[in-house]
T-cell receptor, first 114, second 110 residues
Framework: DTGVSQDPRHKITKRGQNVTFRCDPISEHNRLYWYRQTLGQGPEFLTYFQNEAQLEKSRLLSDRFSAERPKGSFSTLEIQRTEQGDSAMYLC????????????FGPGTRLLVL | QKEVEQNSGPLSVPEGAIASLNCTYSDRVSQSFFWYRQYSGKSPELIMSIYSNGDKEDGRFTAQLNKASQYVSLLIRDSQPSDSATYLCAEQTGANNLFFGTGTRLTVIP
């Protein structure tokens, strides 16, 4: 399977703990995006990378959130001091850079903060 | 403030009928639009993209874009029970990220 992969698929944590999610994009894609989706809503943009450069961050990305893509391949999203409001599906997508490129989504990581 | 508006539904159609899903957007600068299908508990998967005014057909799916009216639609012909899902409309901004509507839940009744 050469699609976008995410790990873990599910995470249950206690409030106040730190969690880290990983995304591996489609191999030839150099743009990588993180979104968050809560029940009944569409995905909301969090941040995006072109290669290793983080080019945009949403105001939704509070200082408890940090994302990295150190070698321009896989990316990690860390949430520090989790809160119950962080419970959501965290989606990663990737695309190429030739003009308008379609974003392809991974299976997501479902986070539950107790 | 960008807005992408969709009727949340649920929209119910009988098997074999045409399902019509609608979306309006507020940003006149937006150029690219996408329809994604999302099954319950799964991630979005691309159905169609459309960039130019008019219709674009792909199998049983037709996307329609009217930039003057800021309106995008998706028609599904010969609807099947497997089409039952939430359909997300998204616009792509100049910054490349997608801005999604809340989705329309479609149920196709056998």
């Amino acid at each position: 399977d050469t699609g976008v992969s995410q790990d873990p698929r599910h995470k249950i944590t206690k409030r106040g703990q730190n969690v880290t999610f990983r995304c591996d994009p489609i191999s030839e894609h150099n743009r990588l995006y993180w979104y968050r989706q809560t029940l009944g809503q569409g995905p909301e943009f969090l941040t995006y990378f072109q290669n290793e450069a983080q080019l945009e961050k949403s105001r939704l990305l509070s200082d408890r959130f940090s994302a990295e893509r150190p070698k321009g391949s896989f990316s990690t999203l860390e949430i520090q001091r989790t809160e119950q409001g962080d419970s959501a599906m965290y989606l990663c997508a990737s695309s190429g850079t030739r003009g308008v490129e379609t974003q392809y989504f991974g299976p997501g990581t479902r986070l539950l903060v107790l | 403030q960008k807005e992408v508006e969709q009727n949340s539904g649920p929209l119910s159609v009988p098997e074999g009928a045409i399902a019509s899903l609608n979306c309006t957007y507020s940003d006149r600068v937006s150029q690219s639009f996408f329809w994604y299908r999302q099954y319950s508990g799964k991630s979005p998967e691309l159905i169609m993209s459309i960039y130019s005014n008019g219709d674009k057909e792909d199998g049983r799916f037709t996307a329609q874009l009217n930039k003057a009216s800021q309106y995008v639609s998706l028609l599904i012909r010969d609807s099947q029970p497997s089409d039952s899902a939430t359909y997300l409309c998204a616009e792509q901004t100049g910054a490349n990220n997608l801005f999604f509507g809340t989705g329309t839940r479609l149920t196709v009744i056998p």
